[in-house]
């Protein structure tokens, strides 16, 4: 078979360096209440587009880095090289490509594309990260499998490692038969290539992501969350060069932890039109200053919902060293957030959640959305138009979305359903 290889424009967001102007965490002010989005850590008020745009979306980009989720790696080089192509996939229906994504020198990402065969024009596609490897999204023999460690839940062979026992798994999760049938194309790839997912692989490889002159002790110094987001902008390098693809109709979908991903991901480059953070929970779409009512400590010895002090000692690997003292003191965040949700204005955000999900807190992921809407008025003239959440299992499918089904935490046929919907209002 021929392989293609095509190097795409690099593409990275310049932030302006406020780290020298940052104070330490226990210098911030305390702010009991959801940090204004609108208001310039000077105090200045942003009342126009342009202001938002231009001063303080790249404030709070900073910020973001500085106090929570580490530096962005700088861009670098990437090409995509096709491995294999099925243009008869699903039944005729879809041609499946394995793609090797080469990031700069020696970090190849496995890329799963399948597009849909009947289509009279580029279509939109689901760019997301899953947790398995792409050989368990589908029934096909020949899809391979990932050769690093993969989470025990998902590995499939012994020793956190995949095995064919595990092909096929995620079918149900990722459903893309559905996404095909319904117009739109679906790229994944696999966490496990960029940062395996465990304490010690993800600290010796995230050292491979530092930025120019810092040290992997840095407290900004780039954490797992940071550059799994900056992956999916690597991907969307590769996808924008797809002719089947539509470039503007780039949609990144995430679940749990990939759902804290998806939506960073989105936050920080503006070429993503759409994101749907599923259940992302605490450091996601879920506020760090958790109500009390939902910090209560249950007869178990942990809260309802899961707090930044929680989420830090499991996984401290995560998140940025600077965002470690907030455990204690998360009202001194200079934001929440409803300020990362903010950041992807004027593009849409469907916010989706479980009923017995609790632990990822959806009464909060809902308030999110309501406190990111002045920041869409201001920016697209419209946001989430509704001051309650919806009932279970009717999708709020305003620019600013929030959908909430029966069940527990999961990704689900359901899910997608309802994303595809969402997706048929503002991608079509």
């Given at each position: 078979m021929p392989l293609r290889t095509i190097l795409p424009l690099v593409f990275a967001i310049s932030l302006p360096l406020f780290a020298a102007d940052f104070p330490a965490s226990e210098s911030l002010p305390a702010q009991a209440a959801l940090p204004d989005p609108l208001l310039l850590q000077d105090g200045t008020r942003v009342t126009t587009k342009e202001q938002w745009q231009q001063?303080?979306?790249?404030?709070?980009?900073?910020?973001?880095?500085?106090?929570?989720?580490?530096?962005?790696p700088p861009a670098v080089p990437v090409s995509g090289k096709l491995l294999r192509e099925d243009r008869a996939a699903f039944g005729g229906k879809a041609t499946l490509r394995e793609v090797l994504v080469s990031i700069g020198q020696d970090e190849p990402v496995h890329l799963l594309v399948v597009i849909p065969n009947q289509r009279k024009k580029p279509v939109p596609v689901f760019l997301g990260l899953n947790f398995s490897?792409?050989?368990?999204?589908?029934?096909?023999?020949?899809?391979?499998?990932?050769?690093?460690?993969?989470?025990?839940?998902?590995?499939?062979?012994?020793n956190n490692r995949a095995g064919e026992v595990g092909r096929g798994k995620?079918?149900?999760?990722?459903?893309?038969?559905?996404?095909?049938?319904?117009?739109?194309?679906?790229?994944?790839?696999?966490?496990g290539d960029v940062v395996p997912d465990q304490v010690d692989l993800a600290r010796e490889k995230l050292k491979r992501f530092l930025p120019a002159g810092m040290l992997a002790d840095a407290p900004d110094a780039p954490a797992t969350i940071m550059v799994w987001a900056w992956a999916f902008s690597r991907m969307v390098d590769y996808l924008v060069t797809v002719p089947e693809l539509d470039p503007k109709r780039i949609a990144v979908v995430g679940h749990s932890r990939n759902g804290k991903t998806a939506l960073l991901a989105a936050a920080l480059d503006e070429r993503i039109a759409m994101a749907i953070p599923s259940q992302a929970g605490c450091g996601g779409t879920a506020p760090s200053r958790v109500s009390a009512e939902m910090a209560e400590i249950q007869a178990n010895g942990r809260p309802k919902a899961e707090t930044v002090a929680v989420i830090n000692k499991s996984f401290p690997y995560w998140f940025?060293?600077?965002?470690?003292?907030?455990g204690i003191a998360?009202?001194?965040?200079?934001?929440d957030q409803h300020a990362l949700i903010a950041l992807c204005a004027p593009r849409p955000v469907l916010v989706s959640c479980a009923v017995e999900d609790v632990w990822s807190n959806?009464?909060?992921q809902f308030a999110m959305l309501q406190a990111a809407d002045p920041v869409y008025r201001?920016?697209?003239?419209?946001?989430?138009?509704a001051t309650e959440a919806p009932e279970t299992g009717r999708l709020l499918a305003s620019r600013l979305g929030y959908f909430i089904r029966a069940g527990n935490h999961a990704m689900t046929r359901e899910d997608w359903q309802v994303w595809l919907d969402y997706a048929d209002q503002w991608l079509r």
């Open positions: 001063r303080r979306a790249p404030e709070l980009r900073a910020l973001f880095q500085h106090y929570m989720y580490g530096a962005q490897g792409n050989y368990a999204l589908v029934a096909d023999p020949l899809v391979q499998m990932p050769q690093g460690w993969v989470l025990e839940k998902y590995a499939g062979g012994p995620q079918i149900d999760a990722w459903a893309l038969e559905q996404s095909i049938d319904r117009g739109y194309a679906v790229a994944t790839f696999f966490m940025a060293g600077s965002f470690k003292p907030f998360p009202e001194k965040l200079p934001f959806p009464p909060g201001l920016v697209a003239g419209d946001g989430i138009g």
